[in-house]
């Protein structure tokens, strides 16, 4: 995914998906993309995307991403907000039930 076919790439995703902003070299980030990764073997887990930070700087400019890793939570294509969790799958996946509870909102 890229920052040209980003928002259709969402549009085709039925459920949750989880967006992942991201750097090489990044420590925060790698620990972050690991517990991801193992929710991706999990039947609960949302769609995951991640997003290189050095490569898509569109995308970064509008999601107004300042710290890494960032992660924001789409559901059907509509904009659900920032999931603030720490790299635990627990508490990401409380995190995230919590974000999806939410009414939609308007993208950043």
Do not use: N
């Not at 991706?40 to 991640?50: G, I, K, N, R």
Request: proline share 8%.
């Amino acid at each position: 995914m890229t920052q040209f076919d980003f928002h259709q790439c969402l549009m085709d995703v039925s459920g949750p998906a989880v967006i992942l902003f991201t750097r090489q070299g990044c420590g925060s980030c790698k620990v972050m993309g690991r517990v991801l990764a193992q929710w991706q073997t999990e039947s609960d887990s949302p769609a995951l995307f991640v997003v290189d930070v050095e490569t898509d700087t569109a995308l970064v400019r509008e999601f107004e991403v300042f710290h890494l890793p960032a992660l924001f939570v789409f559901h059907s294509g509509a904009y659900h907000g920032r999931l603030e969790a720490p790299p635990r799958l627990p508490l990401l996946r409380e995190t995230l039930a919590d974000v999806l509870s939410r009414p939609p909102e308007e993208a950043p």
